[in-house]
Structure formats: structure tokens, C-alpha cells
């Protein structure tokens, strides 16, 4: 039959050959291939193929999961209780929603995982797959109508990836690198909530092009900031707001300041809490109309900045650590895996070319698992720094 650009695709995997069946006896696999399955696929215009077969150079594995996680179709064969055969319906249950048929020779022992799903028997007398083959064609053209999910755990596992990555990290850890060049100066990725980190000087705020700090109870840095750095009553209460108090002080009037900026304050409560001096507020986003927040250009500048500040102007302050958040990459919509090498390695740079710098510890906070793989990433493929212990 011809087959046009648009025909549907559907993905064979079984064993080839004759191999032993779970009664010992000799299963000739190529004669199922093609004359239990290739018929009742092609006359519903799906262009087939199995592992074998394909033409592709390059690694048969990609090639294969390729076709296993686009391919419209996939029929499985379960009967000899191939490892492979296995893992590669786990792949295709976990990647496809529908159209994976799973099919067994008669007489088969089904596995227990597989014991709530539909199978197709074949018999084992070649000569008699008539039944076999129609059942084949109706699961499919059920299947194409109705496009409802058959595999046991599509649905499940696009909500578990979607939040994985984005899950809060509770638990306190520090992974730490030292530069090449200056072996004492330090490099440092920590995550859980930064306010269970004690001693680290300054701490970065990752703020708009306005420094309007968020409001106290918004899931935010700059929130958490402003709440715990503000005088308290005994109920909690805020009576002095004294970190965004002094911030729009600083601006005399301002409604906004440069891109990359960085304004500093005290860290009013910090200061006893948490042993926090100052705050620098770095304008990491922008407000664009009809938008929201973005992250600005050249977010890297930021860091430049900061550092930098900290050496021309707070020298003598005792100021030595400071605590970078992946600015940009919250309400900004900036990728934070494009983002965390840019930051990583402008403060890997900033040390490098100011050997003399008073800062001898850089962190970055990771805030959940996403931000911990981009900042590892980046200290992994950053040439200029190596791991501690």
C-alpha cells in the first residue's frame, strides 16, 4: 500500500527469532509479527515497524525510544517475560497515555503488575490467528475514537514530573566548592528555607526596577525579607516595617531605578535573628504592561554588583558572605537553567580576577530541586572551581 508523509506510526516490540516459550516449547516470532500483527495494523493505515527493521544509523537504543515515546501505536508482547520487552512497555506506559496493546500467546501466565490490564491472547497454532487479528483491529479503532488512556500510570506520572522538580527542599544541605585560583575563597550551593541559615552577611533580594518590595505574605524572598526584618508586637504583628521603610527612603522620591542596581539597607530583625547586616536589593526584574514581571538582560550584572559594592564601600564593614538567590527566575520567567551558569560563573569570575576581595564565601540558594540540578549543573561544567570533601 502507499503511504503518505501524515501515516500513523506504530512501534513493535516483542523478541525475534524463535525463542523458548514459558512452556518450553519454540515460538517462532517472526511468524507473529507477521501474521498476527502487520495485517490488522496496516489495513487501518499504520505504517509498521519493530526494532529490527529499522534503517536509521546512528544508536538503535535512541532510535527506539524514539519510536516508543512518538510512534501513535505500540503492541507489546509479553510472552516469554522479557526484561526488555518489560522495561520498554514501563517506558511506553510512563511517556504515551493510549493505543498500547498488549498482547500474549495463549496459555501465558499473565504477570502480577499487568494482572488489572487488558491482553490479547493468540493461540499457539499458526494457521488459526483470524480471531486474534479482529480483536487487534477493534482495540485500535475503539482506541482512535475514544482516545481514552490505557496506561495505568500516564496520569499519575504527569503530575509526579510536573512537581518533582518544583517541590520545596525542606531538609538543610550545603555542597561546596572552593576556586582554583584562590583555594580559600568558596563557592556554595545551599538549600531549605534560607531563614534556618545563621551567619551569612549579606543577603541578596531579588527585586523589580521599582524596589517595591512584596507584601508581607506573598510566597516570595522579598516578602519573607520584609516580614522578618520588620519590629514585631507579641501577637506577630507588624509594627514597624523597617527594611522597606528604609528602602523607599533610599530612593528619595524615585518610581524606578537602573536595571542591575543595587540598593542597600540595613536588615533591621535579621540583624539578631538570623546575624544578617545588611540587604542588598538587586533590580533583577521588570515590570512590563499587560505582563508581569521579566527578568532583565544581563541578569548576571547584578552579582558583579553586589560583590562589588561589598568591596568598594563595606570593606571595613566585616562583610565576607553573601547569598544569592536565582534572581530572575521566580515571577521573572527566566530559565533557571540558563540562568544559574550565568550567575555561578560571574561570581566564580569576580573572585577570580579580585584575588583580593574582602568576600571569602559566595552562596546560592536553591530553593527546590529544579534550582539545586541548574546550580550543580553549573559548578559541575565550571572549569575554574572543585568540590570540597
Given at each position: 500500500?502507499?503511504?503518505?508523509?501524515?501515516?500513523?506510526?506504530?512501534?513493535?516490540?516483542?523478541?525475534?527469532?524463535?525463542k523458548a516459550g514459558p512452556d518450553g516449547s519454540l515460538i517462532d516470532f517472526d511468524n507473529v509479527y507477521r501474521d498476527v500483527i502487520r495485517e490488522p495494523v496496516e489495513s487501518l493505515?499504520?505504517?509498521?515497524?519493530?526494532?529490527?527493521?529499522?534503517?536509521?544509523?546512528?544508536?538503535?537504543?535512541?532510535?527506539?525510544?524514539?519510536?516508543?515515546?512518538?510512534?501513535?501505536?505500540?503492541?507489546?508482547?509479553?510472552?516469554?517475560?522479557?526484561?526488555?520487552?518489560?522495561?520498554?512497555?514501563?517506558?511506553?506506559?510512563?511517556?504515551?497515555?493510549?493505543?498500547?496493546?498488549?498482547?500474549?500467546?495463549?496459555?501465558?501466565?499473565?504477570?502480577?503488575?499487568?494482572?488489572g490490564e487488558r491482553v490479547i491472547d493468540y493461540p499457539s497454532v499458526r494457521g488459526s490467528y483470524a480471531d486474534s487479528r479482529e480483536e487487534i483491529r477493534r482495540y485500535i479503532e475503539n482506541g482512535l475514537k475514544k482516545s481514552e488512556t490505557d496506561s495505568p500510570i500516564f496520569n499519575f506520572?504527569?503530575?509526579?514530573?510536573?512537581?518533582?522538580?518544583?517541590?520545596?527542599?525542606?531538609s538543610r544541605d550545603?555542597?561546596?566548592?572552593?576556586?582554583?585560583?584562590?583555594?580559600?575563597?568558596?563557592?556554595?550551593?545551599?538549600?531549605?528555607?534560607?531563614r534556618d541559615w545563621r551567619g551569612i552577611d549579606v543577603w541578596v533580594n531579588s527585586e523589580n526596577t521599582n524596589m517595591q518590595?512584596?507584601?508581607?505574605?506573598?510566597?516570595?524572598?522579598?516578602?519573607?525579607?520584609?516580614?522578618?526584618?520588620?519590629?514585631?508586637d507579641a501577637s506577630d504583628e507588624v509594627v514597624e516595617d523597617t527594611i522597606a521603610g528604609e528602602l523607599t527612603a533610599l530612593l528619595g522620591g524615585r518610581e524606578t531605578v537602573t536595571a542591575g542596581?543595587?540598593?542597600?539597607?540595613?536588615?533591621?530583625?535579621?540583624?539578631?535573628?538570623?546575624?544578617v547586616k545588611k540587604i542588598f536589593h538587586a533590580a533583577s526584574?521588570?515590570?512590563?504592561?499587560?505582563?508581569?514581571?521579566?527578568?532583565?538582560?544581563n541578569v548576571e550584572r547584578c552579582?558583579?554588583?553586589?560583590?562589588?559594592?561589598?568591596?568598594?564601600?563595606?570593606?571595613?564593614?566585616?562583610?565576607?558572605?553573601?547569598?544569592?538567590?536565582?534572581?530572575?527566575?521566580?515571577e521573572g520567567g527566566g530559565d533557571v537553567y540558563a540562568t544559574a551558569p550565568r550567575l555561578i560563573q560571574t561570581a566564580v569570575a569576580y573572585l577570580a580576577f579580585n584575588p583580593d576581595s574582602v568576600v571569602e564565601k559566595v552562596y546560592f540558594s536553591a530553593w527546590n530541586r529544579r534550582d539545586l540540578e541548574a546550580c550543580l549543573n553549573a559548578l559541575t561544567d565550571a572549569v575554574e572551581v572543585e568540590p570540597i570533601g
Open positions: 500500500m502507499s503511504l503518505s508523509v501524515n501515516t500513523k506510526k506504530c512501534f513493535v516490540v516483542m523478541p525475534f527469532g524463535e493505515g499504520f505504517k509498521v515497524v519493530r526494532a529490527d527493521e529499522i534503517e536509521r544509523p546512528g544508536s538503535i537504543h535512541s532510535d527506539m525510544f524514539r519510536h516508543i515515546a512518538m510512534d501513535d501505536l505500540a503492541i507489546v508482547d509479553i510472552t516469554t517475560g522479557n526484561p526488555n520487552v518489560l522495561y520498554e512497555l514501563g517506558v511506553r506506559h510512563a511517556l504515551r497515555p493510549s493505543l498500547t496493546i498488549i498482547i500474549k500467546r495463549r496459555g501465558t501466565k499473565i504477570p502480577f503488575n499487568f494482572a506520572l504527569q503530575d509526579a514530573r510536573k512537581d518533582w522538580k518544583r517541590e520545596r527542599i525542606t550545603e555542597y561546596r566548592y572552593r576556586t582554583v585560583s584562590s583555594p580559600k575563597k568558596k563557592i556554595s550551593v545551599i538549600t531549605g528555607d534560607i518590595m512584596a507584601r508581607f505574605f506573598d510566597r516570595s524572598l522579598s516578602a519573607m525579607i520584609r516580614y522578618e526584618g520588620a519590629v514585631k542596581a543595587v540598593y542597600v539597607t540595613g536588615s533591621g530583625a535579621l540583624a539578631a535573628t538570623r546575624g526584574t521588570q515590570g512590563v504592561p499587560g505582563s508581569g514581571y521579566q527578568m532583565i538582560q552579582v558583579t554588583a553586589s560583590m562589588r559594592r561589598i568591596d568598594e564601600q563595606f570593606a571595613d564593614a566585616g562583610l565576607r558572605s553573601i547569598v544569592f538567590p536565582m534572581m530572575g527566575t521566580g
